[in-house]
């Protein structure tokens, strides 16, 4: 069982606005690829010109700048990411640490925990909350080597 979810912020790093869903079974990247594509779709809606884009799988990132050759199992959804892209002025694909993403994760596990296709959230969740505030406070989060 795979989810998905994302969360979209202002340039200062405030909430605007979460989303996650249920995909079925897949794999890593495909689900990555429908995280991006979703939070695209909802961006490219409310008319914001400028975009960066953040995801902790650099497979997904390179794909979307193409930067790897492209396995047709993930032709059909990277259309659809760079067509929504293509919809803002600027619209930049950037690889991030995983400790970087956790406010994501978060929502990506939500979306496991129940099978509605796409939930989108105006308020983020309690838990979810402090996961912003860290992430926003800059807070260091151990790497191990």
């Given at each position: 069982m795979v989810g998905f979810g994302g969360v979209i912020r202002d340039d200062s790093g405030r909430w605007v606005k979460g989303y996650y869903?249920?995909?079925?079974?897949?794999?890593?990247?495909?689900?990555?690829?429908?995280?991006?594509?979703?939070?695209?779709?909802?961006m490219a809606q409310s008319g914001s010109p400028k975009l960066i884009v953040e995801s902790d799988c650099e497979v997904t990132i390179n794909l979307l700048n193409k930067l790897e050759e492209i396995?047709?199992?993930?032709?059909a959804i990277l259309e659809d990411c760079r067509l929504y892209a293509a919809s803002f002025e600027v619209c930049e694909f950037i690889h991030t640490l995983r400790e970087g993403n956790t406010c994501v994760d978060y929502a990506a596990n939500l979306g496991v925990n129940q099978r509605e296709r796409m939930v989108v959230m105006d308020e983020p969740p309690t838990e979810l909350l402090r996961l912003l505030f860290a992430d926003v406070a800059s807070m260091a989060y151990f790497r191990p080597s």
């Open positions: 869903g249920f995909i079925s079974y897949t794999n890593s990247i495909t689900a990555k690829l429908w995280s991006i594509r979703e939070g695209l779709r909802l396995d047709s199992a993930y032709e």
